[in-house]
T-cell receptor
Framework: AQKITQTQPGMFVQEKEAVTLDCTYD???????LFWYKQPSSGEMIFLIY??????QNATEGRYSLNFQKARKSANLVISASQLGDSAMYFC??????????????FGTGTQLKVEL | KAGVTQTPRYLIKTRGQQVTLSCSPI?????VSWYQQTPGQGLQFLFE???????NKGNFPGRFSGRQFSNSRSEMNVSTLELGDSALYLC??????????????FGPGTRLTVL
């Protein structure tokens, strides 16, 4: 069965610094997709970035980049130039069976990020 | 374009009652998925609907059910509520394009409290 592991329950970073949130995954599928979502205290899940298993380049979206190391089965999120508004819970998620049907996401346990002045 | 909307946002029920939650997807999105989020179990997949048919189902008892209407709006129902059903219920919608991984966009959630 697929599994997502986020080993950092909480992280602190100073404003304007970069931070890396770790994510490792386990799957036997060759075709899969990896997502990062941000969940502020309000509860809504906000999509940040996506990486496909066959994508050769690391995904980037503004201040967010995904450090994808397929052989190590890791998909770490890098946030550059942290802002106070980045304080939130961050979830890594995986969807298997890209070429088939279905939209089931498996989530990790999340990392609570706190940005300090 | 309007995002995913969920109603109600907050709900308080007592054990044994039933509840219906509603989700309106982003316009043009045909797939709707439901997730339960609790402090103990984290985020868990409930089910997914596409073209009014349940396409995937998570590991939840039969008290949890759902449906999708022809306009892609979806409802989920929980019967005979238990204290453990207290959770944030999140709905997500996406396009469906075979062979592609379409991003799921989430609504603000419905926070259900069972007393």
């Amino acid at each position: 069965a697929q599994k997502i592991t986020q080993t950092q329950p909480g992280m602190f970073v100073q404003e304007k610094e970069a931070v890396t949130l770790d994510c490792t995954y386990d799957t036997s599928d060759q075709s899969y997709g990896l997502f990062w979502y941000k969940q502020p205290s309000s509860g809504e899940m906000i999509f940040l970035i996506y990486q496909g298993s066959y994508d050769e380049q690391n995904a980037t979206e503004g201040r967010y980049s995904l450090n994808f190391q397929k052989a190590r089965k890791s998909a770490n999120l890098v946030i550059s130039a942290s802002q106070l508004g980045d304080s939130a819970m961050y979830f890594c998620a995986m969807r298997e069976g890209v070429t088939g049907g279905g939209n089931k996401l498996t989530f990790g346990t999340g990392t609570q990020l706190k940005v300090e002045l | 374009k309007a995002g995913v909307t969920q109603t109600p946002r907050y709900l308080i029920k007592t054990r044994g009652q039933q509840v219906t939650l509603s989700c309106s997807p982003i316009s043009g999105h045909r797939s709707v998925s439901w997730y339960q989020q609790t402090p103990g179990q984290g985020l868990q997949f409930l089910f997914e609907y596409f073209s009014e048919t349940q396409r995937n189902k998570g590991n939840f008892p039969g008290r949890f059910s759902g449906r999708q209407f022809s306009n892609s709006r979806s409802e989920m129902n929980v019967s005979t509520l238990e204290l453990g059903d207290s959770a944030l219920y999140l709905c997500a919608s996406s396009l469906y394009r075979p062979g592609y991984t379409d991003t799921q966009y989430f609504g603000p959630g419905t926070r259900l409290t069972v007393l």
